[in-house]
């Protein structure tokens, strides 16, 4: 699909100025932005559910999959995807590596 771009004007041969457009609303206060800010609800981040995640993969052999439908059930909505994520992110740096050296990785479908 082609991008529509604006044409390109000459200014007149008499030498006029270019003109500045200034936005018609007006600019929001920041602090005013900031309480609104406040006000938003959290969104759930999937980081906060990193010891449920390791407790279900770890101590109860969970796959992905059945920890995201766990979760799901409880009002957390997260999908295998988040769920994988989460898991390989708090993998400790040593344990990483190790893996790495060994050309382990660990299987999303798992």
Do not use: C
Not at 55 to 62: D, G, Q
Not at 93 to 98: H, L, M, V
């Amino acid at each position: 699909m082609k991008t529509k771009h604006a044409k390109k004007t000459r200014p007149e041969q008499s030498g006029s100025e270019t003109k500045t457009v200034v936005a018609s609303t007006p600019i929001p206060d920041p602090a005013a932005l900031a309480d609104a800010a406040k006000q938003e609800k959290r969104v759930i981040a999937a980081r906060d559910y990193s010891n449920v995640i390791d407790i279900l993969r770890n101590e109860k052999r969970f796959s992905f999959q059945k920890i995201a439908d766990w979760l799901n059930a409880r009002g957390v909505p997260l999908d295998n995807n988040d769920v994988y994520r989460v898991y390989v992110a708090n993998i400790p740096g040593e344990e990483k590596e190790a893996m790495h050296a060994h050309g382990e990785e660990i299987d999303p479908e798992d």
